[in-house]
């Protein structure tokens, strides 16, 4: 059994059969009605008016956002394990043009108000030194940890302060939200994000993501990089309809609960193991190697993480009941 | 009924079974055996060793491809009507890095030797002129009309001839290739293409396209430009499925053929109308608007495209009884 | 004696004494008080508030201008044979990340309004399409010709209904005004530009140009952007020197008018062979190869520019003495 | 007095004089003889064919550099205190088209081998993850320290080991040779440099630098990314002038030995309060904000570098007579 990564998970059938029910001849692009549908599906969602924007990836969404939010000659401030500094081959630095990412640290990838005046207090306010223009969190973080409402409001509030805009990376939107269980404006305009990277492909999608700006405006040039970046698919009805279906009854939360307490069983069993606490749907253990080997010879997979460390990511498709063998191996390491 | 686009066709039902079938759990991104299976099913395809990466858009195939074949200070050579120039907004200029299209002519937009001569013969080359390093040809054309192999042969020998790459833009290759039943191998490579975009999506397909380049030491370094575009998606099983199922049995030559035929039914109706011979799925026609409104008035719709004509597109799904309205519709016109 | 290019003419004596001058230690890059008084010295000359920068070539002023007025997805009409478009090496799409140039055509290199809306009135206003955001236009011409100032306020007014901005390349801004006797502000922000490319370097200088904007807004980020460009030289305060030598009594109209002078010499020499009227210090002759080589055995050296015609440049330091040699031999031509 | 940077000391009488003596008419841009004598001067110079371009600043040599070593999509390693990194307003990632700067540490602003593999070699090599392509090192240092043949020779032999090309900064080139009395050759191909930026300005010049390519076959895009950049400057003959003129009877290696000269002057009144070992023309002090304070009300003028610490530079232009009342005042600090 995998638990390499909520990107190997299979499609949730509600979004199969959304393509399905739409597989008919329509407007090309993203004029189509159920791409023309997103606004006021995100507004209504977000209790808010917002602008939404399907693309096919998170790296996208992620990058398309920091190119609205900070000029070439700008900087972006970041975890040190964010996705976009590590995982992104230099994405935001291709939208941006060039923009630089501007490394702040903090426990489990999260950052603080302290741990980015740390970064950004120390530049001289000169044409010499690139300035921050924006400040990009991870919500949950790479490490499988959850921003509150209060600790987005927390750099919200530092973001206004200097001048900064704040941009979410929400791949796992879904599991923060399904953690806290509030309002998903509490955690995001309400808190000062001015656009979210709202995940669904780790969430039970196929293809489509979508970016979310709370400041309406900043919507219309995205529209156009989106286009220049080759990211306007052609038959944009079918990314429309996964993401309409996973809203669907809240389709997004259940499948990000399901995930987050797939994992919460297997934090339970790794008890003093964790790295981090468990808040969302991902599990870092610390293991030697002969008690990864172990596991991996009872048939899971799993990623290395580093050394004495493995990741455990769990997905909206795992049941208590599926990871349950895994818990207790786990539970039985010595 | 509509003749809008290509792009506005629903999808095959043998590339959603596809997609079906694979709905499990897999390997993320490109690793897993479907997408891993491409080098080897294109070049059996193409007769010769191939490296294919999926893409989610045509303007995507294009970009990466001219990003591979010419730095950021040089040129790309296109006709005027290009989709690379008019249609992706600025996406080579984004992707290159800055590299410049230069505009050539030639009747039904095809280049020929003579007109690509005429753009970079008066090119000094100094180092204050932007010098050429590229041609891209599109086939078929943006005005349906279709290269034969002799014809691209003579573009690619003069691309040699100068130290220039040839690139293709396949965003209908099915319908160039089913139009003239030759070998693709007779069309690309062995004709001096180097790399090919080439069109699944406008064919039945949902998302994926495929980026062949017949010179495999050009893909390794746009493995890094595709994931630094946010275009290598996490999911990419289910882009690999839907090219496996239209290469399969050569369903994408069967769906190119679909949507010629009833082409030429609308062309044999259309006359002396004909903007260009219909060698593939577009029918370009001189109406009246007030022809083009009775048009519309019995049901039919299609796109404007300059004064006094009209553009028809076919699809894979459409079949001689389907258009024979249309035709009919077309023919009675006074 | 040569008349290949008024960038291979020497630097005016009063230039060199003034960078003698102020051969002492002071502030580094332009924080001395030569660079500090240039948005003053450029303000009372252009009899309202403007900022100015100094570059190191005019290439630099163009660029960092267009890189202000259009964004990476936009595009800046220009002429077919503007430099920008010609003799800069894609630095226009460096600087702005990719924005596209629009070609437009008439007489002597000069647009006007017809031409520009020929470019500008096909280009549908969709997102697939790049958006005009500026005009670039030279004054004088790459062709010796000058744009009056109801020609460019046409052009500006234009530009202001469309919602563009408006550059002047004044690479040889000095000759224009020179030729129409105008006052400065006439030929620019009361006539709508937004930024202009001041030349000095042909007019006398050595390694400084000003780029000048009538929106002084326009340059906080330009002052990023110089320094991102490497454009922020460490000793900046000899080319404000160049530039205030230059301004001093209005030498460099003086300059301007010499050079202008001594091409009217040639011109009238030049009589039906001219191939556009000389209105400042360019020169075009329709000459057969025979011919060149006749003026060639002469003495004389100048610029093949096309089959049967070459370009003769005059500069600040030649005197109608110094080209009468010339004018004569021109004459007695057969 | 003033000691805030050697960007701010005056220019050499003898470069003046050059620049001088070439003011005639010559050829435009780099096609005087100066400019095309410089690949053999520097050729002698360095002992082995080179090629050696003139730009205006340190930030452009250092970025047209890293454009020619690193890919767009790659990383360059350099010192957390790196002039690229802090100083350039984003210079690299523009010219590079977005490449990252990969952050290392050590002592005087001085990477080691082990400090570069603490860098590389937790990244992992998959398509995630932008790749290293290049270390730059400057010499000397930021912090006025300078590396010894062997270090930089360590550095590049790890450089091939792994296949990264080798940047050297030299906008302190002449003060890094001087301390060393090495031959400029050992400093930099024979231990593994792939390209010098090679400091003029600060050393006695006005507005060049030199750009030195050790494999010459790096040149010729460099020649066309100077020319779009816009640094290829229309008169060119007086840059080449000024190197030329420093370059004679290593007047270079004079200016930087006068400079480090007095800075030595100065570090011996430091004494225990010295950050760093004095080894170039930058004195690093310990000196609470009254001492500093005190020593500005005696006429001294320096940069305040960080809490309690403040920056000394001097100059080719100071002499031991000259820095002695600073030293007498530093040594008077209670």
């Known amino acids: 059994m995998r638990f390499f990564s909520d990107n190997a998970a299979p499609v949730h059938p509600a979004v199969f059969a959304a393509m399905a029910a739409h597989n008919t001849l329509d407007t090309a692009y993203d ?16 209790e808010t008016e917002v602008r939404a924007l399907w693309v096919p990836s998170g790296t996208a969404a992620n990058c398309l956002a920091l190119a609205a939010l900070c000029p070439p000659f700008g900087g972006v401030v970041c975890h040190r394990d964010a996705h976009i500094q590590n995982d992104e081959c230099g994405a935001p630095e291709f ?10 640290e903090g426990d489990g ?31 949950a973080t790479e490490y499988g940890m959850v921003y509150m409402p209060a600790e987005v409001a927390a750099i919200g509030a530092l973001a206004r302060e200097r001048g900064l805009a704040l941009h979410m990376d ?33 969430n ?5 993501e979508a970016l979310i700006f709370f400041k309406p405006d900043l919507a219309a040039d995205t529209l156009r990089r989106r286009k220049r970046a080759g990211l306007l698919l052609s038959k944009g009805r079918y990314l429309a309809a996964q993401i309409v279906a996973l809203l669907e009854d809240n389709l997004w939360i259940t499948n990000g609960a399901a995930a987050n307490a797939a994992a919460r069983a297997l934090a339970e069993a790794g008890g003093a193991r964790l790295v981090y606490p468990v808040e969302a749907n991902e599990v870092f253990l610390r293991v030697t190697p002969e008690e990864a080997a172990g596991l991996r010879a009872l048939g899971f997979d799993f990623y290395d993480w580093a050394p004495g460390e493995i990741r455990l990511v769990t997905s909206w498709n795992h049941t208590i009941e599926q990871v349950r063998p895994l818990a207790e191996a786990i539970a039985a390491l010595p």
């Open 109 to 139: 990838a999260k950052l603080t108000p302290d741990s980015i005046r740390a970064v950004i207090d120390i530049i001289a306010n000169d044409v010499h030194r690139v300035q921050p223009h924006a400040i990009s969190i991870t919500n």
């Open 204 to 208: 039970g999608g196929m293809t489509a």
């Open 31 to 46: 004029g189509d009605a159920l791409s023309r549908s997103l606004d006021a599906r995100f507004s209504a969602l977000f």
């Open 95 to 104: 939208y941006t043009h060039g923009a630089k990412l501007m490394i702040g």
């Open 170 to 202: 929400g791949a796992r939107f879904a599991n923060a939200v399904a953690h806290l269980g509030c309002a998903p404006a509490d955690l995001t305009w309400r808190a000062g994000v001015d656009a979210l990277s709202f995940g669904f492909i780790k």
